[in-house]
């Protein structure tokens, strides 16, 4: 896994390379703006895989850990009728771990898998305004001790924005509560707020900036990394895909927890009707 992982790490490097020096462009138009605009949507209705690879390290008391995350989401529209959609939105983690406390020694593998399901309205509002809400679920698929909670979890998502012009700003928020699983673990209580801003521009490009804070009930403590990415609509042969790529800087850890700056990849493809 650890090797797998690599691998996927050292390819998404070369891809936004290439991608971003200008290979494959795809042309400006009003439809290439639409998609890229709802890339920026968390509950559009548009079947898209992003994969976001994220590095940190500064881990443990002496500074020593690092952690290379792999999230695969693959983001699932469903048309429940003329005025409402589900959206199925599911992180699944790919983790290859060091040291992250002393003596903790290395770990690669699958994470916990984290289910959403927003429903939303096919139409905004009248004011403009996209939501959706509905259920999140926290499964145990944690293949070794220490890359999952070994419990199941439940709790409420919702997600709010707007898109005015080439601008989407909103926010997402869920919280999780352990409901059964391992007794020799903690339970989990964790509430996670994800403010966001970008602005798209004509040539597809979209920056972007968001904050993806977690409170841990149990621990009373955050972790809040801010993120700032850019990423290019663009098209490999006929498949679009979006690829580019950022920094994260922790803002508040909890104890033992990254430092510093970190580094974010994302590539995503996009499979509009």
């Known amino acids: 896994m650890k090797f797998v992982i690599k691998r996927v790490f050292a390819g998404l490097l070369m891809l936004a390379f290439f991608e971003l020096a200008g290979a494959s ?7 290439g703006e639409e998609l890229a605009k709802k890339l920026a949507n968390p509950i559009s209705s548009l079947i898209s895989l992003p994969l976001q690879l994220n590095y940190d390290e500064n881990f443990g008391p002496g500074d020593e850990g690092d952690k290379l995350l792999l999230n695969v989401q693959p983001v699932i529209p469903f048309a429940l009728n003329e005025k409402w959609n589900l959206i199925s939105r599911t992180i699944v983690p790919l983790v290859d771990q060091q040291d992250l406390f002393p003596g903790a020694g290395g770990q690669s593998g699958l994470g916990d ?3 959403s399901l927003f429903f939303s309205p096919a139409a905004p509002t009248r004011r403009g305004v996209i939501w959706g809400v509905g259920p999140v679920f926290l499964l145990p698929t944690g293949s070794d001790d220490l890359l999952g909670a070994e419990k199941w979890g439940v709790g409420p998502t919702f ?10 700003v909103g926010v997402l928020a869920n919280h999780i509560e352990s409901v059964a699983g391992s ?12 403010p966001f801003l970008s602005r798209t521009t004509p040539k597809l490009w979209t920056y972007g900036v968001n904050v993806e804070a977690t409170y841990n009930w149990k621990s009373e403590q955050w972790s ?5 990415t850019a990423t290019k609509l663009t098209k490999w042969e006929k498949q679009l895909v979006s690829v580019g790529g950022g920094v994260r800087y922790w803002v508040e850890t909890p104890d033992s927890g990254p430092e510093g700056v ?5 590539l995503t493809f996009l499979f509009p009707k």
């Open 183 to 194: 007794d020799r673990r903690q339970d989990v209580s964790a509430s996670f707020f994800q």
């Open 159 to 168: 997600v709010a924005l707007k898109q005015i012009g080439p601008r989407t």
């Open 25 to 31: 462009p795809l042309p400006a138009q009003e439809s």
């Open 224 to 228: 809040v990394p801010l993120n700032l």
């Open 262 to 266: 970190g580094v974010r990849l994302l």
């Open 113 to 115: 898998v984290v289910q």
